[in-house]
């Protein structure tokens, strides 16, 4: 079995490039799309597509409309920031929470009775 883990550190800027243009033209063939239909959906000139595919600089938009139309914007996961709450936060925020109805709203109750 290949080792798919690369060493991103160590690649130069041109190769993270040609390895993204790469992965970009196996997931295109895989799901049995020619350049002009990727280009297409993605409003891209195919030129551009070729660009990435053979290892040169594109436009990030380009890349975001191309990975959308190869349905892999899921792949940009990834950069989601999400909150995390340290232990002590999360036990100040449970202690917040309410235990018990006021009694307050049981005494308008009963004078509305009245």
């Known amino acids: ?7 991103w550190v160590s ?6 490039i040609a390895s993204i243009g790469a992965y970009i033209k196996h997931e295109r063939l895989k799901q049995n799309k020619t350049q002009a239909k990727i280009a297409k ?7 551009t597509l070729g660009q990435i595919e053979n290892g040169e600089a ?16 899921s792949i940009l996961d990834i950069f989601k920031i999400e909150t995390q709450f340290s232990p002590i936060q999360l036990a100040k925020l ?17 004078e509305n009775l009245w």
């Open 41 to 47: 959906d993605a409003g891209v000139n195919r030129w």
């Open 94 to 110: 449970e202690k917040q929470k309410r235990q018990r109805a006021s009694s307050n709203s049981n005494k308008n109750e009963k």
């Open 11 to 16: 690649l130069s800027d041109n190769a993270i």
């Open 58 to 73: 594109i436009s990030l938009t380009s890349l975001i409309q191309i990975l959308r139309a190869l349905n892999l914007l």
């Open 1 to 7: 079995m290949e080792n798919t883990n690369l060493n």
